[in-house]
């Protein structure tokens, strides 16, 4: 089982930036990717970031260039960065663990927390 819990949601003007952190417990060595989702009012959740344990970060086109993943393996987060964010960007923002095939590949949620950008 892993745990996550996010924190650093908030209101933020259009321009701003905005940082998200998401604590992780548990079986952590199971993890084969953690990211960040977002979901936004009638929209389906999507993916925002991710990143392997050991290995280069992804991201959706509508973020790349303002946004930054990265995980500290030391203090067991895993951080959002956002910068230059537009009203488009509010949304409910998940921390995902998904876990190795040998584990079940398994999809850990942590419980959201909501960003909003005012315009």
């Known amino acids: 089982q892993v745990h996550l819990l996010e924190s650093g949601g908030g209101l933020v003007q259009a321009g701003g930036s905005l940082r998200l952190s998401c604590a992780t417990s548990?079986?952590?060595?199971?993890?084969?990717?953690w990211g960040w989702y977002r979901q936004a009012p009638g929209k389906q959740r999507e993916l925002v970031a991710s990143?392997?344990?050991?290995?280069?970060?992804n991201y959706t086109d509508s973020v790349k260039g303002r946004v930054t993943i990265s995980r500290d393996n030391a203090k067991n987060t895993v951080t959002l960065q956002m910068n230059s964010v537009k009203p488009e960007d509010t949304a409910v923002y998940y921390c995902?663990?998904?876990?190795?095939?040998?584990?079940?590949?398994?999809?850990?949620w942590g419980q959201g927390t909501q960003v909003t950008v005012s315009s």
């Open positions: 548990g079986s952590i060595f199971s993890i084969n990717r």
């Open positions: 990143i392997p344990p050991r290995g280069t970060a």
């Open positions: 995902n663990a998904q876990s190795l095939p040998a584990f079940g590949l398994k999809d850990y």
